[in-house]
Structures are given as C-alpha cells and as structure tokens.
C-alpha cells in the first residue's frame, strides 16, 4: 500500500473492492500504531510522547558507571582523632555512595541522587518521559549510531517477520558495544530528534516485550546496564522511562523465564541491575531464588561470581546465605584459580561493601593475587579496588600489601593511575597501618603532578593527606599540593565535615600552620549546612587541630562550643575519646568555658563512659580541668575511684601519672589513695627508669604541694637524678621545682640537694633561670639550711642581671635576699633594686608557683 500504482489501479476497481482494500489499509495503520511505530516521514523520526505511565513510587535517576569505570566514591571517615587515628570508611567502596534506585518497596528503599552530568530533576514517567529527557549532545558517529539502532528497529517492525525480542535484544547489544563514552562534540542532528529517538526505543521495546525469550531478557538488561553505565542519555531507557524494563521482566516473570536462564544469563541480569542501581523485587526475588538452585549454582564461573556479588553490592542486597553460598563456590579449585584481576577486585570490593567478610574466600583471593604474574596484568583500579576492600574488611596480610606495592609503583602503573585512586591505596595502606615507603613516596610525586592534584575531590584531598599522616610520611611537595588544591573554591566549598576535620587533622600532626588553608576550612566549618552535619568526633578533632597548631579564630570557637553546648546528651553522646581531645583542646586555647566544661564533665562521669576512657584520655582530661582552674569535685572524685579501683593504672605512662598528679594538684584536690597508688606505679620498677625528667619534678611538685611525704617516691626521685646522665636532662625549672619540693617536705640536706646545687652552678642552666625559678631555689636551699655560699652568690648575680631583675617581684626579692644574707649579697641586691627606681612596680604579680604546670 503507498505505491502510485496501486492506487490508480484500486480507484479503477469497482466500489465494493475499493472499499474492501481501504478498510485493509486502515488495518494496517492500526497494527503499524499499535506496536509502537509512528505513521511519519522517514521510517518514523518524528514521535509524540509515550502514553504508558510508570507505576507509582519509583523514583530513578541516572546512575554511576560500574565497576570497569575508574570513578569511585568516598569512602571515609568513621572519624579519626589525634590520639587513635581510625580513618574514614570510603562508603560503597571505590566509587561515590548514592541513593540506590528502587521500587516503593518496604525492602527496597529507592532515592533520586544527582549525576555529574546535570540529569533533568524531575521523575521521569509515562507521558513526560519526552519532556523530561535530559539535554545532550552527541557526536556525529553517536548520533548515526542511534539512528541506525533506531531504524533498523523500526524497518524490522515493518517487515514480513515482525519485530522480536531477538532483533530487538540483538540490536541493542551492538549498540552497547559501539557506543563509546559521552563526548561533548557538535550535535548532528537536532536535540528534539534524538529525544524522540530513544522514546521510539523504548516504546520498540515495551510494546514487543510479549516476544522476548528467557535469552531476549537477559540480552536486552545486559545492554541497557551496559548503556546506561556509559552515557548518562541512556538511563532514560531504564529509569525514568522504564516501562521498556518493567515490560521485559514482567514479560519474564509471567512466563517462567526466570527458572529457564542459565547461571550466565542470571550473573549478567543481577550486574546489569547493579550497573543501574535499579532493583525490581519480585523478579530480584525469582533471580535469586533460580540462582541458588544446585545446578545453576555449580555451573557458575569466576566470572559469573563476581558479576552477582559485585550486582548485589550495588543493590545492597544483603543475604547471608546466598553471599556465602556464592564465596564458597568461588573457593573451588578450578573456580578460584580463573579470577581475573578484574574479577579479584570486584569480589572483593563486593563483600567489603555489603559488609561480609567472608574470609576463607578472601584468604583464597589474598593467595591468588601474591602469585607473581596475578598483578602484573592488573590495572590501577583494580588494584586499587582489592587494596581497599582488605583495609575496610580489616584484613591484614603482609605478602598481599607486599605483592600490591611492588605492582602499584611500576611505571605503566604510576602513568595511568587516577586521582582517586591515588587516595584510595594510600588510604587502604594507611588504615591496616602498612608503612610501604617506596610505595608512599611513589604516590605521592604523582599525586603532586598537576594531572593529578587537579582532579582530587575534597574527599580525595582529605583522605589523602590523612593517610599520610598516620603513616607519618611527609612530602612537602604533595603537601603543598593538596593545600592548594583544597584551597580551590570549588573544592573547599563542598567540604563535608570528615573532610575538614581530616585534613586540619593531617597538617596539624606534621605542624604545617598555613594560615590560608586553616582559614578557608574553618569558614567552610562554621557554615550551616556543616555544622549542623558535623559529628562530637569530628567538632573534636577540629578543636584538638587547631589548639595543636595554636591558631585562634574567635568564630570556629564559638560556634564549634556552641555545637556542644547545645546537644542533648542523651541524643547526642560524646564518646570518651572526643570529651578527652575537646577538654584538651579548650584548655590549649586558653577557652575557659565553665557551662561547657561542666556538660563535659557530665557526660565523663556515667559508668559506660568512664570506663571507655584509656589512661590517656583520663590524664588529658584531668590537665585540661587542672590549667583552666575549674574544680569539678564529682568528676575528679569519680575519676580518682576509678583510676585506682578499675585496674587501668598499669597502662597510665610517666607523662600520664605526672600530669593526673599535677592536676590534682592544682586544684587542691587531695585524694590519699589516688595519690599513693600513682606514687607506687611511678616507682615500680617497671616504670622509675621510664620516668622523664619533667615527670619527675612534676611529681615531686604535686606531692608538695598537697603535702604529702611519699618517702618511697622521694626516694625513688633521689635515686633516678644520681644518674649522671638523668641528672643532666634536667631543665633549670624542674632542678627548682625538685628543690622547692625537697624543702617543703622537710628533707634536709642530702646527697640529692648537693647534686641539684653543683648541676644548677653550670652556665647554661644557671642562664636559664627566671625570677620564679631562682626565687624557688633560694628559698629550698635557705629552707633546707644549706650553707653553699657559691650558690647563693650565683643566684643572686643572676638575680641582678637586667632580663630578670626587671621581671622580679617584691616577694621574689625578698626570698632571694634572705636567702643570700650569708655572704653579704642581701644589701647589694637592695641597692640595685632601688637604685633603678623599680619600687613602681610592687604592684606587678610573680608568676604563681601553681601555674608552672607539665
């Protein structure tokens, strides 16, 4: 019908004729319209919207590419702290975590998420499909490419045979394979076309699903996975236009396909669904169920094993028994010695993502890629991807981060690897604390290189920088690098809270101060959309940061205080490890904010709490408190009880019993059995030739000022400084304080006391005495009815030097001027004072005694 011919030979017909070769004209029209093909010019390039509406609650967008691309998500952060450094888990492994895409299903929670390529907003269903189409434009061979898919499609449709699942699948899937990444060339053809295009193929595909075979189905899915990954314009087909795929596995489903396809055919749909995040639970459901049948099971191969788990990992589908039913197949023999390196890294980022760590399996894994040729066909992410699946799973193996390293810092390597996998590897290296260095330094020269630096995301730049500070490698040239890549407005600006509080982290353990990263990441913190995000944790390690590096913006203070002052408690819990690091924190800074000081202290005291803290958290905790002056009786009290009834004490270092002693100390706090028992740790045997010098005369200071006479420790301190070369590691403060401490608790002269006198005559220590220090010293010695007249002369010639005359108070002048009475220095001191006129400045206070902290 159409051809010039026939209809002067119909109109010369008699009239019953003419009409009976209309009406089949018209028949034949309606069968043309029906399948989906429209009456137009051209084969049909000019289409009008589809009228089949999508069932309600799907919501779909496009979706990330899989696992071949070698874009990843973040991880992190679980967050870190200075004191432990727990890194961030990189969320749904090497590639960005996004909401998964499903059916309004109680099982299956589905989410629209964004994609880099600025996908329309909208759900996309039934009759807005056209509309909603997102814009692209495509290149002169794409385009052609479409055009000859969608005609050949459509000629197929008008042919003698009619269109099938075998043509429709067939063509699809030589689409799938010559269809290359999106590119951004001039468009061939107009934008309104292409849109109409690929609602012809949906529509192609939709209204022939009737056609479809068990093979049919598995092709098609295969195809659109395979498009959809590539190019975002092809999501359309199985999103937001998605009647075509609800039409094929309804298709499937009503006749049995499911329990016809092979183990092949069920591993490439599962990927296929993987690729586009799309779950369909009912036929999920039927898949799953043939797929665990025996003999479909045992007719898996390693490839297939990787397809389902690496599918199911993007689906999130967690179902133990099928995840380890499919490990245990793939710990065969014959199975498991055919992993690609491809096949490695996705099944083992697979069970590191949905959570199971099924460890006969990855032990097997682990084995088969320390063989020597395993690695060397392997690519940058994929070795990228095995390295982070074992640091998230928490597996440790020595010969695989060995066999990793040696592969990673080849060349071909190094040439090809990309940003995030940089941060990836070092990251994974970092969290199972695995100190590679040439591996380290490798990565970081080219990760420094501009190629690069320039494509890190904020995540990238903060896991980096952290991985590098846990393992304290330091290249400055990578440094420099990363801060100036997070000083990128495009970057900074969508900081996360993990990622600040990360990379302040990581330039603060090397003590990089850089005023403009520092300042640019604590305005990205104080903004709303942070903040209000930012975990007790993360606000922790940002305080803890910043007070290491000692930069002060009024502004983070206040708001970071004000975020914890404002939380409930009972929501909003600190853990131990973040009320020691904030204490400590605030308490650097010189923040003495009572109300918050006392929530903190709060939330120590509950039993849970307190008994999560190490021994350095409780003496950081208790400095913190002690160098702010605020006196929290239950909280000191309870700390006491704790520290000698818990069993803890043993793991308390000298720095740690110092610092609990001296806080007490400095509250005038006086708890006997606390202080015993930290008097017996220190000078257990184990421990009196671990203590430092400061932790000594910090001791010796506390003790005195409660005064309470430990002869065992005094002792013990007297002992430790006969040493020579302990004696030597004194500073000129901690001989004064050992002195002063001496003397307040009536020792008299002794053995110790000469040896402090002879090291204090010594040049370098003698100038470095300040007036409280001499004060101190003079008065231990007078105090102790020490008659070393070279001593007192000493002092009191340094006591008249300009630099510290000018810093003495009343008082100090008056202690060192008894004290030297003996030889005649007392008037020749007085003299000097007065004779610079300083009487003004009796006004000005003397360092207090108390304040000369560890």
């Known amino acids: 019908p159409g051809s010039p011919s026939w209809l002067v030979w119909c109109s010369a017909s008699s009239g019953w004729w003419s009409a009976f070769l209309f009406l089949f004209f018209l028949v034949q029209v309606w069968w043309i319209w029906g399948h989906g093909v429209e009456p137009a010019q051209s084969l049909g390039f000019t289409a009008t919207p589809s009228v089949h509406q999508a069932p309600a609650g799907l919501l779909s967008a496009p979706t990330r590419p899989g696992p071949l691309s070698s ?139 009737h056609t479809f075979d068990a093979a049919d189905v598995r092709r098609t899915l295969y195809a659109l996975g395979k498009l959809g990954a590539k190019d975002p314009l092809f999501c359309h087909l199985s999103t937001s236009g998605y009647v075509a795929v609800e039409a094929v596995v309804t298709q499937a489903l009503a006749h049995g396909h499911v329990h016809q396809m092979t183990g092949r055919d069920l591993s490439g749909i599962l990927w296929a669904f993987g690729k586009l995040r799309l779950a369909k639970v009912k036929f999920l459901e039927a898949a799953l169920q043939a797929l665990q049948e025996p003999q479909v099971l045992d007719s898996l191969t390693a490839w297939d094993i990787s397809s389902c788990v690496w599918g199911l990992a993007r689906l999130g589908h967690r179902d133990e028994a099928l995840w380890f039913a499919l490990g245990n197949r793939g710990l065969r023999p014959k199975v498991l010695e055919t992993f690609t390196p491809q096949g490695l890294g996705n099944t083992a980022w697979a069970f590191a993502t949905i959570g199971l760590p099924h460890h006969d399996l990855l032990a097997g894994l682990a084995r088969l890629a320390e063989k020597p040729d395993t690695l060397q066909r392997a690519k940058p992410q994929e070795l990228a991807n095995i390295a982070w699946a074992f640091a998230t799973l928490g597996i440790r193996s020595e010969s695989l981060m060995a066999a990793l390293a040696s592969r990673l810092v080849q060349a071909d390597v190094l040439r090809g690897i990309k940003a995030q996998e940089v941060s990836n590897v070092a990251w994974a290296f970092a969290t199972l604390r ?70 302040v982290w990581a330039f603060a353990t090397f003590g990089i101060r850089d005023e403009d990263l520092l300042g640019g990441l604590a305005q990205r913190m104080v903004e709303e959309d942070v903040l209000a995000t930012a975990k007790s944790q993360e606000i922790a390690m940002v305080l803890w940061a910043y007070s290491t590096l000692d930069v002060r913006y009024p502004s983070l203070l206040r708001h970071l205080t004000g975020r914890l002052l404002q939380e409930d408690p009972v929501h909003f819990p600190l853990s131990a490890h973040s009320i020691a690091i904030a204490t400590w924190a605030l308490a650097r800074l010189d923040v003495r904010h009572v109300p918050l000081m006392t ?29 702010l002056g605020i006196r929290n009786e239950v909280l000191m009290r309870n700390l006491a009880h704790h520290v000698v009834h818990s069993g803890i004490l043993p793991t308390f270092t000298g720095q740690g019993i110092s610092n609990l002693a001296w806080a007490f100390a400095r509250l005038n706090v006086i708890d006997e059995s606390l202080m015993a028992a930290l008097a017996s740790q220190a000078t257990s045997k184990q421990m009196l030739h671990l203590l430092s010098p400061q932790a000594m005369s910090t001791l010796v200071w506390a003790f005195a000022t409660l005064n309470i006479r430990d002869q065992t420790l005094m002792e013990g301190v007297a002992q430790q400084m006969q040493i020579p070369e302990v004696l030597d590691g004194f500073s000129a403060q901690g001989l004064a304080l050992v002195a002063w401490g001496w003397a307040r608790l009536r020792f008299g002269p002794d053995p110790l006391l000469e040896a402090i006198a002879h090291q204090a005559l010594e040049s370098r220590i003698l100038q470095s005495f300040d007036a409280q220090g001499l004060a101190n010293m003079a008065w231990a010695f007078s105090t102790a009815g020490s008659e ?59 360092p207090k005694l108390a304040d000369m902290g560890p």
Not at 182 to 195: E, F, N, P, V
Not at 812 to 822: G, K, L
Not at 828 to 841: C, F, V
């Open 71 to 209: 874009r990843r998500s973040s991880p992190p952060v679980a967050a870190h702290s200075p004191l432990e450094h727990p890194p961030p888990l990189p969320g749904g492994g090497p590639g960005k975590a996004s909401a998964r895409v499903a059916e309004a299903d109680p099982r299956t929670k589905g989410a629209l998420r964004k994609h880099r390529r600025k996908p329309a907003r909208e759900v996309f269903t039934g009759a807005h499909s056209l509309q909603a189409i997102p814009s692209y434009k495509l290149s002169s061979s794409q385009a052609l490419r479409l055009h000859t898919t969608t005609e050949r499609i459509i000629a197929a449709a008008l042919g003698p045979e009619g269109l099938s699942g075998h043509v429709i699948s067939g063509e699809l899937l030589k689409l799938a394979e010559s269809w290359k990444a999106y590119d951004t060339s001039a468009d061939l053809r107009g934008q309104q076309d292409i849109k109409q295009e690929m609602v012809l193929l949906q529509r192609c595909v939709a209204k022939n699903a």
């Open 599 to 627: 929530t903190l202290a709060d939330m120590a005291v509950g039993r849970h709490t307190l008994n999560s803290f190490t021994a350095q958290g409780l003496s950081s905790m208790a400095w913190a408190f002690g160098r």
């Open 434 to 503: 695995v100190r590679h260095l040439p591996l380290m330094q490798a990565l970081a020269q080219t990760a420094a290189q501009t190629r690069v630096c320039r494509a890190f995301t904020s995540q990238g730049v903060a896991n980096t920088a952290w991985a590098f500070a846990t393992l304290r490698v330091r290249d400055d040239s990578l440094l420099k690098a990363l801060a100036l890549r997070m000083r990128d407005e495009n970057v900074v600006g969508r900081c996360k809270p993990q990622e600040v509080a990360n990379t």
């Open 788 to 846: 070393d007249a070279t001593l007192f002369e000493a002092l009191a010639m340094r006591a008249m030097q300009p630099d510290v005359l000018l810093t003495l108070s009343p008082r100090d002048v008056e202690t060192i001027a008894a004290a030297v009475a003996p030889v005649d220095a007392r008037m020749l001191l007085l003299h000097y004072y007065g004779s610079k006129d300083l009487a003004a400045g009796a006004g000005v206070q003397a």
